[in-house]
């Protein structure tokens, strides 16, 4: 098939720039291995909840509707993606798994396994959260409790009365040990490095708001100042065995580290609800050893250990942009990626402006 376009991935990425394509009036064609759009939302635990405001985190051209909460909950971010594909008539070509992408005759081929495709443009959309990764531990084959990564945990029911470890204290971890707890779980997180916490509001503001008001100050004022403020809206955490890295909040976002966004593990935590541990030495038969000297029983084990991109086996590192969004190199490419980039304003947010450029540089050659 020829055409304008290529779009990997049919989840929010895709589908905006999909819409913004479409509005520019630009041919195009979205490939999604999944059978429907959004399946990584689709699949996320259900109490998730966006950590940022709603009305900074809808797509191009279609704002959420205003009965919902400011948090949006997560079956509604799905079907507010369902929606938006019918509204601008975004029908993704289902099942189809992308292989490879390379030059051919001055345009691109795109090899799937429904065959190839040949545009002048490719959009590679597919995100940060494709593949789980798991690292290996000392022991862990030898644990005889269960074991699974949070991409496979959806409630807390099957862990109620029980002792869970969970591996790593970043939004999905801290959220999921939350969720844990409320349900009646005994959960500990190992704690693996330091970790930025930031309140979901910051004294009634949301956070996402002051980070968009505080991006434009130096950066290393933005260092010096938070710490101290965060201190006074959480407290010192250093007790409870957490720990600030010694990178600054904004430095680490721009490496793609995002700090957590507290929506109430930090209480648990302090009220002896949630435990924490150092870094794990070996695993046991029953448990686990940690760096220190103590060891623990446990009943599961969930790796809360991140994702990485799913694009390293189709896109060949000569065809890779230097980043998200647009950019000399992307242009130059006619190779963009979109919705790798999660600022603390907030990545749906960031994925609008990018679609919108992307659409704009696109309709522009």
């Known amino acids: 098939m020829d055409t304008n376009v290529v779009i990997v991935g049919a989840g929010p990425a895709g589908l905006a720039v999909g819409a913004c394509l479409k509005e520019a009036g630009q041919d195009f064609v979205i490939l999604e291995k999944a059978g429907e759009v959004a399946p990584a939302w689709r699949r996320h635990y259900r109490r998730l909840h966006l950590h ?33 594909a019918q509204r601008f008539g975004l029908e993704p070509r289902f099942g189809v798994t992308v292989k490879s992408i390379r030059r051919e005759g001055g345009k691109f081929l795109v090899e799937t396994d429904a065959g190839p495709f040949s545009a002048k443009r490719v959009v590679v959309a597919t995100g940060n959260n494709a593949e789980p990764i798991v690292p290996s531990f000392p022991g862990i084959e030898a644990f005889n409790g269960e074991v699974l990564h949070s991409a496979a945990y959806t409630d807390a029911a099957p862990y109620v009365g029980r002792n869970v470890l969970v591996i790593g204290m970043g939004n999905t971890g801290a959220e999921i040990a939350l969720d844990l707890a ?35 100050m130096p950066q290393a004022l933005n260092d010096w100042m938070f710490p101290k403020i965060l201190d006074l809206a959480l407290g010192k955490l250093e007790k409870y065995g957490i720990v600030r890295p010694k990178e600054g909040i904004l430095r680490q976002i721009d490496a793609g580290r995002i700090p957590v966004i507290d929506v109430g593990t930090v209480a648990a935590i302090k ?56 950019n000399a190199r992307a242009s130059d490419l006619g190779v963009y990626l979109v919705g790798f980039h999660n600022p603390v304003t907030g990545l749906l947010r960031e994925i609008g402006i990018e679609a919108r450029a992307v659409a704009k540089d696109i309709a522009g050659r």
């Not at 797509?59 to 938006?84: G, I, M, N, Q, T």
């Not at 779980?185 to 509001?201: C, D, L, M, N, Y």
């Not at 000297?293 to 599961?300: L, M, N, S, T, V």
């Open 52 to 84: 940022t405001v709603k009305s900074f985190s809808s797509l191009p051209f279609a704002p959420f509707p205003k009965s919902h909460p400011r948090y949006v909950p997560r079956e509604k971010v799905v079907a507010y993606l369902d929606a938006y």
């Open 271 to 326: 009220a002896g609800r949630i435990g924490t541990l150092p870094d794990i030495v070996r695993f046991t038969g029953d448990g686990a050893k940690f760096a220190g000297g103590q060891e623990k029983k446990f009943d599961a084990v969930i790796f809360a250990t991140g994702y990485r991109p799913g694009y390293d086996g189709f896109l060949p590192a000569e065809l890779r942009p230097a980043k998200s969004g647009v």
């Open 182 to 216: 409320e349900s009646g779980a005994r959960p500990t997180i190992s704690v693996r490095k330091g970790v930025h916490i930031v309140p979901r509001q910051l004294f009634g503001v949301p956070i996402q708001m002051v980070g968009i008001a505080s991006r434009p």
